[in-house]
């Protein structure tokens, strides 16, 4: 026994140290994504997620999301909330502020505790899910409960799954404040309360509703604000309710530098011919195609997919259910093509989606800001085309000067390199909770699409539609509007959130 110590002392030599394994080394990580990137997420201080001395179980779940390092807003964020200090952020869309105040988060949270520790607060049903998924993929080695709760979906279900710990509750306004009024959701040791977006949170509609649900939360509460733009009604609530925040402020400029964006002087009854030649001319991984009203948005819709294309729809008014499975679908590339109301302008990630454009032309530079940086995501590359008629032209300059950037003529060609990657197919995709069993919003995907489809009947107001989905490839050669063959009127047939269209556009779709 001593001669064996011995022997293990003399082949020990001094100043060796165990080679420590690398944390990223042990775990399955998904596979890199190798797009080239602009300084909105690259210009940071080289600090690495293991400096912010995080949780083992945390740090897993960051790197099997795809995280490497992190981006400027969460490295300014980050140690900043882990001491538990209010905090007041703006960034761009796009470049990780739902991480930087999701992470931190985590790391607070008790799970040995059944009380709700962290108020998430969105302004829309669809980031509330996506939120909600973000603290479920990077926290799933926590062993902690999150739960999403909106308005259009039943509150007896809500209640009950407040009967069991939910650690971290991610909502709207309205329906969290419901379920705190009614005393079913406890916040008087919650101690983290966050909003996303907070100018839309803040706004009128809300701010009555938002100064309630403060009221049920401890007074050494933790405040944490995110958004991109602050208007005055910011500062207001700030000197309001938040102890001295630490202020961030990375808008050096208000746009993408990797979105590209373009405008085409267009006659209102051109417009759908012009979205025609777009589809045909360029290389679309995803897009989303903005209008201003409700109506416009099923209208084009349906003239999308009686041009052959692959289409899906959303709005307000649509059933929450079928905006669940519409949002669902999109993000996981179920189709190419998305027509939608000012419904999904906020904080909504797709990485896929690397062309917007904008049928009409909004009517302010913050709804154009939030517009166009649907693409563009996590300092990649996309393009913003705007059609514009004659009506529209004061707004263009307007907003052009009000956001210091340049809206260019669209060009005869326009370069590849500004939008398109060598290996679309490795854009990343999110990790999704299985999808609500409805398909209303999605317009019949044809046989354009690359790999088999199947087929399933779903109810729709008492009718029954052809819910034909395939999920199609996101690869280079022609252009990506999606083309399908021209089978018939049943291929070309669009399903009606509400069974048919109600009202008139604001003008007419030709």
Known sequence: MTDALAAQLGNTKLGEAPTEQRLQDTLNLPPKDARPQTEDVTATKGLEFEDFYIKRELMMGIFEAGFEKPSPIQEETIPVALTGRDILARAKNGTGKTAAFVIPTLERINPKSTKTQALILVPTRELALQTSQVCKTLGKHLGINVMVTTGGTGLMDDIIRLNDAVHILVGTPGRVLDLASKGVADLSECPTFVMDEADKLLSPEFTPVIEQLLSFHPKDRQAMLFSATFPLIVKSFKDKHM????????????????????????????????????????????????????????????????????????????????????????????????????????????????????????????????????????????????????????????????????????????????????????????????????????????NGDRQPRRQSNHPNNGQYYNNNRGRGSYRGGRGQGQRRGQHGSDSNRIAFAQGQMGGQPQAPIS
């Open 243 to 446: 102890r001295n925040p630490y202020e961030i402020n990375l808008m050096d400029e208000l746009t993408l530098r990797g979105i590209t964006q373009y405008y085409a002087f267009v006659e209102e009854k051109q417009k759908v011919h012009c979205l025609n030649t777009l589809f045909s001319k360029l290389q679309i991984n995803q897009s989303i195609i903005f209008c201003n009203s409700t109506n416009r948005v099923e209208l084009l819709a349906k003239k999308i997919t009686e041009l052959g294309y692959s289409c899906f729809y959303s709005h307000a008014r649509m059933l929450q259910q079928h905006r669940n499975r519409v949002f669902h679908d999109f993000r996981n590339g179920v189709c190419r093509n998305l027509v939608c109301s000012d419904l999904l302008t906020r904080g909504i990630d797709i990485q896929a989606v690397n062309v917007v454009i904008n049928f009409d032309f909004p009517k302010n530079a913050e709804t154009y800001l939030h517009r166009i940086g649907r693409s563009g995501r996590f300092g990649h590359l996309g393009l913003a085309i705007n059609l514009i008629n004659w009506e529209d032209r004061f707004n263009l300059y307007k907003i052009e000067q009000e956001l210091g950037t340049e809206i260019q003529p669209i060009p005869q060609n326009i370069d590849k390199k500004l939008y398109v990657y060598d290996s679309p197919e490795n854009i990343p995709r999110p990790i999704s909770n299985p999808p609500p069993q409805t398909g209303a919003g999605s317009v019949n995907m044809g």
